[in-house]
């Protein structure tokens, strides 16, 4: 029997908040974890917590907007810069979802990595699961990486990465670490260098079709 992504996402969220939230232990150490995190990244727990906002006001007016649309989509958020990933079978649907998160406060830039295409299933999002868990699984263990400070990201076996980087060689060496992973077909960085400011505008790097 094959699950739509629909189910896949339910499934997941439902058995996430088994294993943590619904117990006041879970839930003290989720929190713990997320602050330990925020803390740690660029910008601090003041600049994490308005990601967290940015997030799930634009999940909502897309969920809104059209349910299908919210679960083929996928978002990141680092200091205002959003990264909006996935693949639609309609072109008004990715002109819709990017309009919809520039109508949210805090918004500094807006990332359009929203493909046009058929989509892979369930098989597909599995695959880009691996992908995205065994890169940073590597990154974690790489004394040279601090991977805190990135976020990743995969679409039909494209990896995209989200972030700050220290420097330039540490960068390459994610970028060369991803490349190794069966499966890659290509890796796009939008991280930014540490310390840099975030500029504020519109950027794509793919046509609809």
Aim: proline share 3%; aromatic share 6%; charged share 20%.
């Amino acid at each position: 029997m094959i699950f739509s992504r629909v189910s896949v996402v339910c499934l997941s969220v439902t058995a996430a908040m088994l294993l943590s939230s619904c117990t006041p232990i879970g839930m003290a150490a989720g929190a713990g974890a997320t602050l330990g995190i925020a803390s740690a990244k660029e910008g601090g727990i003041s600049s994490s917590a308005t990601d967290l906002r940015i997030k799930a006001s634009i999940s909502e007016k897309w969920f809104s907007y059209k349910v299908d649309t919210f679960t083929k989509l996928s978002l990141t958020v680092d200091q205002g810069r959003v990264l909006i990933t996935g693949t639609v079978q309609n072109p008004d649907d990715r002109v819709e979802a990017v309009r919809l998160a520039w109508q949210v406060g805090g918004v500094k830039q807006v990332i359009n990595e929203i493909r046009v295409a058929d989509s892979e299933g369930v098989q597909g999002m599995v695959k880009d699961g691996w992908i995205s868990t065994r890169l940073r699984t590597a990154m974690t263990f790489d004394k040279e990486i601090h991977s805190i400070n990135y976020s990743i990201d995969t679409v039909n076996g494209i990896v995209y990465l989200m972030g700050v980087s220290r420097s330039q060689e540490e960068l390459d060496k994610v970028v060369a670490l991803a490349r190794t992973i069966p499966g890659v077909k290509q890796v796009i960085s939008y991280t930014k260098p540490l310390g840099q400011p975030v500029e504020s505008g519109f950027a794509t790097t793919n046509a609809p079709g």
